[in-house]
């Protein structure tokens, strides 16, 4: 039964989920690709590398964008986007001139001291909050570990260190919260391609728990978060999207999960493990592997994805250079040939260190190298991923921009065919990035 007066949208409401909490429920039937929700972000913040290439207001993606001409740093479509955005920016433009190079608060510390500022101007619901409020953000501060609270620790002091002039601080306590809310609540926006292009908070796509047999998929439109079906959803059913990264087994995605957002999940993937035996696949040998060896095998994979993402996030992203571009490649080939001797080339950790070869790759403009990759990696991630996954999506839109670079424009053609079709599901089909990707095909 509906809860009496539970906020509701058109086909749409909150209600008490069984063992979750608070959750998002159907009202009525929507079909594969229907838009269930579309939500303007309450507070968003513009990822520095992409400072130049994209809005800082809209995060809109064009050529001949404006500075600001105080930090020069902040870049717009236009007059009205940067008055749209001063309100935010200004929190951060005296401090970019003032600290100059020095001037590197994480995405965390810029978004939340955005929500602060938002907080402030705006203390009445805002369009983005009709279901969910900030305020009513989980914490999980009880669960947070001594780690967890020192990092909250570093980012309120760094907030303080680079916002001064434009914030009003609560207490320590409210604030070691507000992280936290935004630690567990918050959105990270990507394009196309799914490459980082910010953070942001959407609190009414917040309210839908996690499902790793997800029956809805989360986009973005510049700052706006859009929600569309990707199976049938019946009147009465609850909203479901995934918080995390659907291709790894059910081990490695609920250990996610506890990390990132304390709970398990008890999906029908989780409870059946049915995909578990294709994504972790072993060689087919005369003499197979002990288990005792596929163990030892399994525990140096996720050692080694650690490793690589602590590596290429701290210490090569900071300095892009040649060298360490090339220490990240030998890394990845040096995991896979000793993964290789056990696993299959369709196991998923083969899979992890293949894309973030070819990442590699991409950056250093070796189009074969990235393109043999791809080819690899494109038919067991059409299996390991539900349908109509964004991954895939993506992992058909760079072969086929590869196709088109490397002049095999039949091969071209088909991927991004491929793309679009799932696309126009997950985006909708009057999205900005399909008419892009058109556009493409018609030049070629």
Request: with cysteine.
């Amino acid at each position: 039964m509906r809860s009496e007066a539970a906020p509701q949208l058109d086909g749409l409401e909150r209600f008490a989920s069984a063992g979750k909490g608070r959750g998002l429920r159907a009202r009525r039937r929507f079909a594969v690709g229907e838009l269930l929700l579309s939500c303007p972000a309450y507070a968003a913040v513009l990822t520095v590398s992409e400072r130049g290439s994209h809005c800082d207001g809209c995060f809109a993606r064009k050529e001949g964008l404006s500075k600001c001409g105080r930090c020069k740093q902040a870049f717009y479509c236009n007059v009205e986007c940067q008055k749209e955005d001063w309100p935010m920016h200004k929190l951060e433009c005296a401090s970019m001139c003032t600290f100059g190079q020095s001037w590197h608060p994480s995405e965390t510390v810029r978004l939340t001291a955005r929500i602060l500022a938002k907080q402030k101007t705006h203390p009445e619901r805002t369009q983005s909050e009709k279901l969910l409020a900030v305020r009513e953000f989980e914490s999980h501060l009880d669960k947070l570990d001594n780690e967890k609270r020192e990092l909250i620790q570093n980012d309120i002091a760094a907030l303080h260190h680079f916002y001064s002039k434009h914030l009003d601080y609560p207490d320590n306590a409210a604030l070691v919260v507000l992280f936290a809310q935004v630690n567990c609540n918050g959105f990270t926006i990507e394009d196309e391609e799914l490459s980082h292009l910010g953070s942001a908070i959407f609190p009414d796509v917040a309210l839908m728990n996690h499902s790793c047999c997800p029956n809805v998929i989360v986009t973005y439109k510049g700052t706006l978060a859009e929600v569309r079906a990707v199976r049938e959803i019946e009147p009465g059913e609850e909203i479901f999207s995934s918080y995390i990264d659907l291709l790894y087994p059910t081990e490695d995605r609920n250990d996610r999960l506890r990390d990132s957002y304390f709970f398990s999940c008890d999906c029908r993937e989780c409870t059946t493990k049915e995909k578990d035996k294709e994504k972790l696949e072993i060689c087919k040998l005369n003499d197979p592997p002990s288990a005792e060896t596929v163990k030892d095998m399994i525990k140096y994979a996720r050692n080694v994805i650690e490793e690589f993402r602590r590596a290429k996030h701290y210490k090569y992203i900071l300095c892009l250079t040649l060298t360490p571009l090339v220490e990240l490649l030998e890394i990845c080939e040096l995991s896979l040939d000793k993964m290789g001797a056990v696993f299959e080339d369709s196991n998923v950790y083969m899979l992890h260190m293949m894309y973030q070869a070819m990442g590699v790759c991409l950056y250093v403009q070796d189009w074969e190298g990235a393109l043999c990759y791809g080819q690899k990696i494109i038919r067991p991630y059409s299996k390991h991923y539900p349908s109509y996954s964004l991954n895939v999506a993506s992992m058909w839109l760079k072969l086929g921009r590869l196709y088109m670079t490397l002049k095999n424009r039949t091969a071209g053609v088909k991927a991004l065919k491929r793309a679009i079709a799932i696309m126009e599901v997950a985006h909708g089909k009057d999205h900005p990035y399909i008419s892009e990707i058109k556009k493409e095909l018609e030049d070629h």
